[in-house]
């Protein structure tokens, strides 16, 4: 695959989001920043959460095994890494969102857990974008309250990240699109649709034109000329645009005939 990406910080002191990419596979995390004053029963950072979960990815995603086994078996590799020094059954211990796409004989197989997305072309020509939203449909609407968010994450009928549970890994959304490209976003780009009313189909023509640089430039450029309806004025935001070579093109247009 041909690949182009960008990531740039937040307001926060650090970049938590992390981007990884193979020969036909690539992966992008959102970690989240805990609140201040909230106990996470961890000695570790969201940071350090976020470093092991991609090494752990770059392995499992050059497997044959399906994306929700990759993603659940880096999951578990991350818990061991973690020691017996940490509460892993902490709710609030270090979490992040996982978008992760691969190519497969059918097009593109991908997996979203939690609010990142996954953007491709269809075959007519509209732009789709897949994304897990069970974190907006929480009851009472926002802003939440922690313990509504404490009691709600990794539950059935609540919403699902990667942290300390494998089994999250088998609750994200998961799809095959035929498709030849694609765009893996942290929920620090996908707010120019959700805050600012651009279309899907305006944010892959600007990724496709100008790149993924110029793609955070404009979410920059949105978020001080309008500001921001929920969260911080500027969130780590991270793009990937990935295209498959000739030869793996070629490969797929074989397959699905």
């Not at 897949?130 to 059935?156: A, K």
């Not at 120019?192 to 189909?201: I, K, N, S």
């Not at 110029?214 to 793009?239: C, F, M, Q, Y």
């Amino acid at each position: 695959m041909r690949i182009r990406q960008a990531s740039r910080r937040g307001v926060a002191a650090n970049n938590e989001d992390r981007i990884g990419a193979g020969a036909d596979w690539a992966f992008v995390l959102d970690g989240a920043t805990a609140p201040s004053g909230v106990a996470s029963g961890c000695a570790h950072d969201v940071s350090w959460l976020v470093d092991r979960l991609a090494e752990a990815l770059r392995v499992t995603l050059g497997t044959p095994m399906p994306l929700p086994d990759a993603l659940a078996v880096a999951i578990e590799r991350v818990r061991y890494a973690h020691g017996g020094g940490c509460d892993l059954d902490n709710p609030d211990s270090p979490s992040a969102t996982a978008v992760l796409a691969r190519r497969s004989e059918h097009g593109l197989d991908y997996l979203v857990l939690a609010d990142s997305a996954v953007l491709f072309a269809q075959d007519d020509g509209t732009v789709r974008a897949v994304s897990d939203d069970r974190v907006d449909r929480l009851p009472g609407g926002r802003p939440y309250s922690r313990q509504l968010v404490r009691e709600s994450r990794n539950t059935p009928g609540g919403f699902w990240v990667a942290s300390t549970v494998p089994e999250a890994a088998y609750q994200a959304v998961l799809g095959t699109a035929r498709a030849s490209e694609f765009a893996l976003m942290s929920d620090g780009c996908t707010r120019l649709v959700d805050y600012y009313g651009h279309t899907w189909e305006s944010v892959w023509r600007h990724l496709r034109e100008r790149g993924p640089h110029s793609l955070v430039d404009w979410v920059r450029a949105e978020e001080v000329r309008n500001g921001v309806p929920l969260g911080k004025i500027h969130d780590d935001a991270t793009v990937l645009h990935a295209v498959f070579t000739p030869d793996q093109a070629r490969r797929l247009t074989t397959a699905v005939r």
